[in-house]
């Protein structure tokens, strides 16, 4: 037995170590960390909402004093979550989906994944979710999975330096979303292939297994610790339904199906246009805005007393069963026994959640037809607040209301149930309410993993059928209409994100990369000097730097990051080097000196006094107003700054910044340096510093200390738009250098591709037309027009003409672009 | 509600239009198609596996005949199943997936998607799964599937010209496969998890949403048949189970499952090393081999009589229920009655199909492991037959027999179940039979989407954690000590797959380009003539042929197609120009004639007659040996030949073959250039052709009829081997051209990828190591050594020094790997 075990261990891990890498312990780690967090948070949500509860119950006696109770407790809650976001970590507000697609994709958002993010989303969402609003919880999930993984990985490399590879690190945060979701609805399926769907475009099918793996775990310990708390008898399904299992539904029961699936499509849409009208309507109304951008915590408190006051029990939400939590109200659609006459006499009055619905003046199709359009727009409105939240649930919510409706309808049509074959099936309103719910939810965020969702919280797939025809109608109907509410607010917070190429337009992209790159590429040479890293870094944009053979040839060589430019010139002009220079200069003057006489030596004296002021005043440089030359230029090109002092104008010569550049590098080495070195004498005056740094950045750069990328990705010019786009999706780039016969041509980044994609204004309006831009039309990419004669020999006399295709105008509506 | 119904349907198509492109018309037929040939196979396999059981059971009066009944009926059935397939397509034997793996990578294979195929694989499957052998149908399917959407792109492609685009050919086949897996099961979702697991190793989201339309639609129709086809009520699960919702299994039942699930990963890592062994044992055993070899039918005849011998119910059969079909034996297994002692005596007798594991001398548990081990072995043994048949379904039984072996176990240890609190909880054997079947294929597989179908396939989703925890530790265990069944049948029918790379093993690969690359590249240049063209034709085995700008220069311009030079060549050697050189001559000799007289009339009366013979002799060329020169040696280096003629030497000189290569190739347009122009005269000689192609081949080759890849894709020589493997991977790339800086040093096809991530030998033993070898380690692909540097300086003068890096080298080790 225990042997048997041992065997099965080592295999296991064995297997682990081969297919998981090294990784299996982190998914572990991360699959408990989440599913501790998850049960936490549900039940610090859960005291939340029982503590509203317990107010509004125990002042029954005051109608005042219960609603003063009712709405002040919420509006608390939410600017609580709202003010402690914005102060701890401003990008913990939101969804946190649209952020992971857009870092899944290989852009570096900074400050998403820090620890103050993760303070910030866990106590702003339990405060939020708290609060009673209808706001959901699955985004910010993703979104907390995510900086448990990245907070993990950063724990793990104290141990280990496997989990610096920043590759990896992004296959750990696509598994850390499958984690997220998948706990947050103990769905692990659902969760894998929800995740799948809303962040990426093209999937690793390794990638799957890990999430496979660490969201069932994560869901299989969500569920002990409910087991273990006493929560459930056992390990079962969220909102468990009980629907007869040997004839769920009837055939002619599908077209009532399709027609939730088709109205969910443009409910979807509705709901997804009307959270970004009610975004822009904010921003455009510049009066209000003013106003509302001095008091921060007004518009959610606003929002929160409206929704608030409307829900209210004893008012208006009487007609809209205001009283019940999101839970109670889906545990209430999900049941299994009709509300409409026939059933309703004898258990309506099983439990208080059913009963929420029946109401001696308003039917039920009254009330819940109040409680979708209500719940509609207070969902939409309640997503737009700046706290963390998320609108999967809400939207749920309403499509299971909505299916509730329709299925009402139906039992109250045919209250003998539609199959005449002689055993009456009286028809189930509660396999309306899931079909609704996955169909609606599947609407906003264009998914068909709702589906899944939908089974694992029920636990039971019976109505697969209807379920999976209303979600993939909903999705057909609402992809026409709009995009999906995580791409809707990619767009409105204008994230780095690459759309989509539109299906059967290939034949409208036939753009060619030399249309939308930009020519005026930032290279170095191997001849270049210092003073060219220099300027490249005072300009450039983009992460690396191409290195090519010479301005004549061009020919690319490599890239080499723009880091390692600084490091190198910091190094270059570091005051080792210079103590080095001094030494040197120091023994020649000492030969020299052996000959003839010394004359200076209270001179080099008042020198070294002299510089060392200087040095302390460079260090505190914004107290010392006597300073010669002011190191604060160089800062926001070298990108080094703090925040506070960005309004500062760019050097117009290079002239003047050899000191301030090295100052600003070289503080710490060169206080090191003085700790470790404090016999070396620093005897330069300021002028000699700058001639000597002047010297020193006219030298050639060496060679011998750079990490270069020898195979940067490259494209050539006649890249079709279609491929450029598909190999950036593909492996992610963050941009390409453009290559003609192996000169450096251009480079294409993200921004160009996206402009060229989103309109094809940009590509029009292009400012160097090539001349063969009309033989262009006339690719091999699949279109089988006979005339495809690519002159080649004309191609190849025009790259054999051009000289240099280095272009030095300051494009200023790049820098516009930029500061967005 | 008419005129909503418009809009609705306007929308719909709409998205249709843009989402799916002009395919979802495409999608609906292909499930609709694969829905009838699926209901329709169900039904006759249904008739044959009846009739078995009828003269089974119209004999019991005598054993004998009894016997020879039950054992001649699936030996004539296979047999007729082997040879059929063996006579109409070999290609439909065996599974389907690991070619569908292979063509969704991107290589072609020949003939796999014929309509021959088609009819072979149905008609084949038909009678295979009819023979009652433990066969599975869900591989076939997958093939089935992939033939459909191949045969429907061709016949949409007379109406439209988008379906002759390979890659969306391609992007069809993965949803061909999601919709064979998922009419098979009646198992949409699982269908379309599963078919991704097993085909992709990268996957495009969009692919996925077409792959559930399409299976979705499907499931639909298939399970609608049933319905009007009286088989059942209403569309529910295939295997419904009845398992109590309440509560399906308490938390300490959790260890048995996980054992399950472990030791359903050794088991099926055996499965597939039997299933391997018995094939290479077939290969090896070279007399045994020899005389099956001539008698082809007469493997698959033994091993079914061999099986259905040992099932005989009356003979051995009644220790392993050998009167149970696989569908009934399932049934039995997921029964949620125990059929140990407690219920046995009441109700065990309820049903045929579970009275087959009651017999009076053997205990149940006796009966269950006899079933194991004989089915395993069995099944093993009946996956190597030639003819078209999966293992999924038999290792799905085998796994529910281990599942239910388990299960009762438990039930009998604990038989008034494991919960003490106070309400009794039998345990439900049939739970265990759900997770074991989903583990065991599983672990064959290689996936975890098997978790999937079963929930669809039973109708339940309550025992959703103990079957992914059984699935994931199945896997575990398999995939340490076994590669998956069909990556298993991809080696032993060598068939050209990338494997993975393995998982923390980037720094074992530390292998660049440069050192797996061939470097003797065939290229044609800007200067090539017509004879050049030739040669390439005659040696390379690559799709497309580099085109560079010279052979000093080497710099890489574009790529063209094999296919393309083809008629390129075909179109100058051509009769019509042949004969437009016959009327310029004919004109210049006229305005000389004009001037002499005509002395020749006669002789050009004989030559012309001479012509006429060749030309007849070369089109039936295998019948006149007299002929000057024989055109076939050409046809193999132009692979156009038929298969039976083989074995024939390439040329020894280029010089022969000219006026052959022009008659092969120009058979057609000739006569076709003969009919249109009757009375052009053709008066050449043999001689004078020959010498007109001579230099006609001598002429430089004229660009502007030319269909050029311009950006063919590149690499350079440094990129790491998990780069290349990436983009291979990613772009399903056949081969790819390694550039250095500009210019052309070398090729990576799959081949040379294939050898080095298999084994590190061919890398290893290199021809040409560079000499920067040793600076290679130090590359910038994530490790964080810090002495990487790379000596550029001298890279580049390292390039500029070699002049040509051409090598024309026959090497014999790649023929020899290309005949395989």
Redesign the interface.
Known sequence: GFSLCEV?AV??Q?????????DWIFLILLGLVMALVSFVMDFCIALLLQAQKWMYGGLDSNVILQYLAWVTYPVVLISFSAGFTHIVAPQAAGSGIPEMKTILRGVVLKEYLTLKTFVAKVVGLTCALGSGLPLGKEGPFVHIASLCAALLCKFMSFFG??Y????RNIEMLAAACAVGVGCCFAA??GGV?FS??VT???????N??RG??AA?FS??IF??LA?WNRDE?????LF?T?FR???????QELPAFAVIG?AS?FGGALFVYLNRLIVQFMRKQKTINKFLMKKRLLYPALVTLLISTLSFPPGFGQFMAGQLTQKETLVSFFDNRTWTKQGMTEDFNYDSHSAAWKHPQANVFVILVIFIVMKFWMSALATTLPVPCGAFMPVFVIGAAFGRLVGESMAAWFPEGI?T?GIIYPIVPGGYAVVGAAALSGAVTHT?ST??IV??LT????H??PI??AV??A???A???QPSIYDSIIRIKKLPYLP?L???HHEKYNIRVEDIMVRDVRYIT?NSTYRDLHEILLIGNLKTVA?V?SAESM????SIERAQLQALLTQHLSRERRLEFIRDRADAERKRVSVVSTPSSEEGGQKVNHEVRFQISTEESSFTPARPISPKPLKPALKRTSTAEKNIEIPTSPHDSGIGLKNLLCARPQTDAMEEDPDAEDDMTLGEIEEWEEQQLDEQVN?????????PF???E??SLH?TH??FS??GLDHAYV?S???LIGVVSLRELRKAIEGSMTVKGVKVRPPLASFRDS??S?T?SES??????K??DRHTSISIPREHQPNTSDSDEKSQ
Chains 1, 2 share one sequence.
Not at 14 to 22: A, D, I, K, Q
Not at 459 to 462: F, K, L, P, R, W
Request: net charge negative.
């Open positions: 099965c295999h296991c064995r297997f682990l170590m081969s297919r998981v890498g090294e330096g496997i610096e590879n920043e590759s692990p399926i292939l799948i769907e990426s475009t093209f999937f690793a099918v390794r799957y297994w496979f793996f069932t869901a299989f569920r002990v087991v008898e056992t390990i079962t399904a468990k009980r299992l040997d004839f769920p539904f009837d055939l088709i499509g199959n074959d068909v589906a899944v089974f694992e636990g039971q797939i019976s697969i059928l999976m025809i993939i109608l999705n057909a109907v992809q026409s209409l989509e539109g299906w059967g191997l290195l053979e020919i690319l060589l490599g060679f011998n200390s750079w990490k270069i990328d020898p195979a490259q494209l050539v006649r890249t491929k598909t190999i593909l492996l290559t016969i192996g000169r690719g091999t699949g089988s495809e004669a690519t002159e080649l020999h191609l190849w």
